[in-house]
Nanobody
């Protein structure tokens, strides 16, 4: 399994970014996917997750409280890609962002499948 995150960058507070994560080596539509982040000198934390299409009624999403109303997770199963749309960015959103396969819904990742992350830096 490979997870390739991209789309990070430097943005001013209040700005927006869209992160993408291309997945390969798995039947993408069968898995719930998530985004995590790790700020400098802090532990990796859960950000958002989206359900697979199997056994769910539509896409179900789940967010950490600190990003609710600002971030939106989505997926395109035809492209094997999961997205994180980030609006109203704050300096405290600065971190390396990783996508992951969700092992236990809604926020436990399969730790065997971390890809490389993408850096998001929000300036004040």
């Amino acid at each position: 399994v490979q997870l390739q995150a991209s789309g990070g960058g430097l943005v001013q507070a209040g700005g927006s970014l869209r992160l993408s994560c291309a997945a390969s080596g798995l039947t993408f539509s069968s898995y719930s996917m998530g985004w995590f982040r790790q700020a400098a000198a802090k532990e990796r934390e859960f950000v958002a997750s989206i359900s697979s299409g199997i056994g769910w009624s539509g896409d179900t999403t789940y967010y950490v409280d600190s990003v609710k109303g600002r971030f939106t997770i989505s997926r395109d199963n035809a492209k094997n890609t999961v997205y994180l749309h980030m609006n109203s960015l704050k300096p405290e959103d600065t971190a390396v962002y990783y996508c992951a396969v969700i092992r236990v819904w809604p926020r436990t990742a399969n730790y065997d499948y971390w890809g490389q992350g993408t850096q998001v830096t929000v300036s004040s």
